[in-house]
């Protein structure tokens, strides 16, 4: 079975602080994508990458910006955190083609 | 704005009975339709999926209806159970990035 692995499920930040969220899969998907899940919003794209070292905008990239240095491993960056950035976080990969597969999430609270 | 669009929010059915949820799309360059199952807790997990060139797909007791002119595709699960209580998730996707419905919570009650 294809592994999304989020670092953290629950993290408490400060205003201001820069984040980082990490994600690594196991099985050299091409494609990883960042998503926030609010409710009633349902899932929003953030931030995606079909390779290494690219990455495109979704559709709500203010105040995140991502890494990808190795396949394997997508990060994502909250510059200087704020409140409304208080959400869950889902990680996902996938082959081109095939749907997605998601990490358990990473719930970021931030005060 | 929302390129799928998803109904009802939330949906209360008894054990044993059908549940249906609806989803609705604009761009007919979409060429995959999953549908997605979160439990509390967890990320979302494929439950199942279809492309255009069908018009329905069932695997076990979840079927999924794709009407491509009305451009609407719909989940049932059949003989409900109260593990079917989660949050569900309909998408739509071309050239690999998928735009979600807001999502369905379904309670199956005993």
């Known amino acids: 079975d294809v592994k999304v692995t989020q670092s953290s499920r629950y993290l408490v930040k400060r205003t201001g602080e820069k984040v980082f969220l990490e994600c690594v899969q196991d099985?050299?998907?091409?494609?990883m994508f960042w998503y926030r899940q609010d409710p009633g919003l349902g899932l929003r794209l953030i931030y995606f990458?079909?390779?290494?070292?690219?990455?495109e905008k979704g559709d709500i990239p203010e105040g995140y910006s991502v890494s990808r240095e190795k396949k394997e491993r997508f990060s994502l960056i909250l510059e200087s955190a704020s409140t409304n950035q208080t959400s869950m976080y889902l990680c996902?990969?996938?082959?081109?083609?095939?749907?997605?597969?998601f990490g358990s999430g990473t719930r970021l609270t931030v005060v | 704005q929302q390129q799928v669009k998803q109904s009802p929010q939330s949906l209360i059915v008894q054990k044993g009975g059908i549940s249906i949820i609806n989803c609705a799309y604009e761009n007919t360059a979409f060429d995959y339709f999953p549908w997605y199952q979160q439990f509390p807790g967890k990320g979302p997990a494929l439950l199942i999926a279809i492309r255009p060139d069908v018009s329905e797909k069932k695997e076990g007791r979840f079927t999924i209806s794709f009407n491509k002119s009305a451009k609407q595709f719909s989940l049932h699960i059949m003989d409900s159970q109260p593990g079917d209580s989660a949050t569900y998730f309909c998408?739509?996707?071309?050239?690999?990035?998928?735009?979600f419905g807001s999502g369905t919570k379904l309670n199956v009650k005993p």
């Open positions: 998408a739509a996707s071309n050239f690999n990035k998928f735009y």
């Open positions: 990458s079909y390779d290494v070292k690219m990455k």
């Open positions: 996902a990969s996938s082959f081109s083609g095939y749907g997605y597969t």
């Open positions: 099985m050299d998907h091409e494609n």
